[in-house]
């Protein structure tokens, strides 16, 4: 993909759009992470839960923050709209086969493809680029934004509970 892009004759407008979307997988591809290789992420949350619970033991429960609630609201927002964003790539390649970084865009004759004559290799390519990017977006975006946020909200509440 990158090779396409840097390497072919595609117009800077094009080829900064198939870079927009090259940067966006490989962002989220680093985001999925193989927990048998390193567990320390895991771990990281394990003990920050077991802090909380003896730190709140005896204690009453304390109420949910307003940060708390706009963290789980953004969470579930960004999660629908990541399943958006994965369902409108089908879309973005029936608009316009030719543009990159998806896989048509490769073939010279990408713009004479013909979406309603017999299904062919491009209807299987559409189902391929929208199954995988489900996978990318859905399988390290959560992480990152689980990371950035939940951890922003853990620590404001461990300072509210520090400051009783």
Not at 18 to 31: D, K, Q, T, W
Not at 120 to 139: K, N, R
Not at 141 to 152: C, D, K, N, R, V
Request: hydrophobic letters at 55%; charged letters at 15%; aromatic letters at 12%.
């Amino acid at each position: 993909m990158l090779a396409h892009l840097i390497l072919t004759d595609l117009p800077k407008a094009r080829a900064f759009q198939g870079l927009a979307f090259f940067s966006i997988y490989v962002i989220m591809l680093c985001g999925r992470w193989n927990y048998d290789v390193d567990v320390a992420v895991v771990q990281t949350i394990n003990s920050a839960m077991e802090f909380e619970a003896k730190l709140i033991q005896g204690n009453p429960l304390p109420k949910s923050n307003m940060e708390t609630k706009l963290m789980k609201l953004f969470l579930h927002v960004a999660f629908f709209s990541l399943i958006l964003v994965a369902l409108s790539i089908p879309g973005l390649i029936l608009l316009d086969p030719s543009a990159p970084p998806f896989i048509l865009s490769i073939r010279k004759d990408s713009s004479s493809i013909s979406w309603t004559s017999s299904f062919g290799v491009q209807h299987i390519v559409i189902l391929f680029e929208t199954w995988m990017s489900s996978h990318i977006m859905m399988g390290g975006s959560l992480e990152i934004a689980y990371m950035l946020f939940a951890g922003i909200v853990t620590m404001l509440n461990y300072f509210d509970v520090l400051r009783r």
